[in-house]
């Protein structure tokens, strides 16, 4: 099925530990989008990437660095994870006005 | 400057009765307002979406939305209640702001539906 992907969808990781998270998108959509996810704050932009080869920060970018791989292709890393990034992380993607296209989410314990 | 307000965090409604899921907006160019459905466990989908075409807006599953220029809202209804709407909604305002495309997304309403 058409949408976006995302992986792992759950990972516990230890303070100071890194990771990627991986989003796939194969829609040809051009912007891609990092959020996260936290209970009464509804979803907060990290980071997002308007075309191939571009990104800029969003709301919530500390901690957090992207790679626009390709145009199907968006990951995020966690250099060094911290217990405030325990959080459920959500891949999206867009093409022009039309709505999100959401992946599934990333739960993210940091302990 | 804008914003979004969902102005109840939790709603809980009777099977079969209507749903009324308020939200408030405010922004200084003409906005798009997207209304999206996060079941647990699961991504956002896409419930409706208005672009400055007509005002009331019919989505998935029977809901349907009314911008109102003048109240500044943007409201999601359904007639009839099932079971399968309990989830948590979140309204989303898109607009032209500063040359990009700025989003901000409500905190969330939690539909209960009791049986």
């Known amino acids: 099925n058409a949408g976006v992907t995302q992986t792992p969808k759950f990972q516990v990781l230890k303070t100071g530990q890194s990771m990627t998270l991986q989003c796939a998108q194969d829609m040809n959509h051009n912007s891609m989008y990092w959020y996260r996810q936290d209970p009464g704050m509804g979803l907060r932009l990290i980071y997002y990437?308007?075309?191939?080869?571009?990104?800029d920060k969003g709301e919530v970018p500390n901690g957090y660095n992207v790679s626009r791989l390709n145009k199907r292709e968006f990951s995020l890393r966690l250099e060094s994870a911290a217990p405030s990034q325990t959080s459920v992380y959500f891949c999206a993607s867009r093409k022009g006005a039309v709505g999100y296209t959401f992946g599934s989410g990333t739960r993210l314990t940091v302990v | 400057a804008q914003s979004v307000t969902q102005l109840d965090s939790h709603v809980s409604v009777s099977e079969g009765t209507p749903v009324l899921l308020r939200c408030n907006y405010s922004?200084?160019?003409?906005?798009?307002l997207f209304w999206y459905v996060q079941h647990p466990n699961k991504g956002l989908q896409l419930l409706l979406k208005?672009?400055?075409?007509?005002?009331l807006v019919k989505g998935i599953n029977g809901f349907e939305a009314e911008f109102k220029k003048s109240e500044t809202s943007f409201h999601l209804t359904k007639p009839s209640a099932h079971m399968s709407d309990a989830a948590e909604y979140f309204c989303v305002v898109s607009d032209q702001g500063g040359g990009y495309q700025k989003v901000t997304f409500g905190t969330g309403t939690k539909l209960q539906v009791i049986p």
């Open positions: 208005y672009t400055s075409a007509a005002t």
């Open positions: 990437s308007a075309s191939e080869g571009t990104t």
């Open positions: 922004s200084s160019y003409s906005p798009s």
